[in-house]
Nanobody, 115 residues
Framework: QVQLVESGGGLVEPGGSLRLSCAASGRFFSSNAMGWYRQAPGKERELVAT???????NYADSVKGRFTISRDNAKNTVYLQMNSLKPEDTAVYIC?????????WGQGTQVTVSS
């Protein structure tokens, strides 16, 4: 089965930075798009950023200019560089891999932005 393992979450002060990583393993096509979602308590899962194999990206308006998504196809890994973090960025961040019928999801990693 496909497995997605996130890392890099933690506690950071407002204005700080974190880099999340997501390593994919199992049976999948590296050409599939990957992305990051986040979910805060009481809110629906929100798309943060996506990236295709060719490097095309898109971002939520709330993170544009602060976050950067990238991928290393040889390592089957996607990254999310988060700069200028705000308290409203606090959420569980979840890695996603496009599947043939539905997306695959990681277990999530907690990001908390607080002073």
């Amino acid at each position: 089965q496909v497995q997605l393992v996130e890392s890099g979450g933690g506690l950071v002060e407002p204005g700080g930075s974190l880099r999340l990583s997501c390593a994919a393993s199992g049976r999948f096509f590296s050409s599939n798009a990957m992305g990051w979602y986040r979910q805060a308590p009481g809110k629906e899962r929100e798309l943060v950023a996506t990236i295709t194999m060719g490097g095309s990206t898109n971002y939520a308006d709330s993170v544009k200019g602060r976050f950067t998504i990238s991928r290393d196809n040889a390592k089957n890994t996607v990254y999310l560089q988060m700069n200028s973090l705000k308290p409203e960025d606090t959420a569980v961040y979840i890695c996603s891999l496009q599947g043939p019928r539905a997306d695959y999801w990681g277990q999530g990693t907690q990001v908390t932005v607080s002073s």
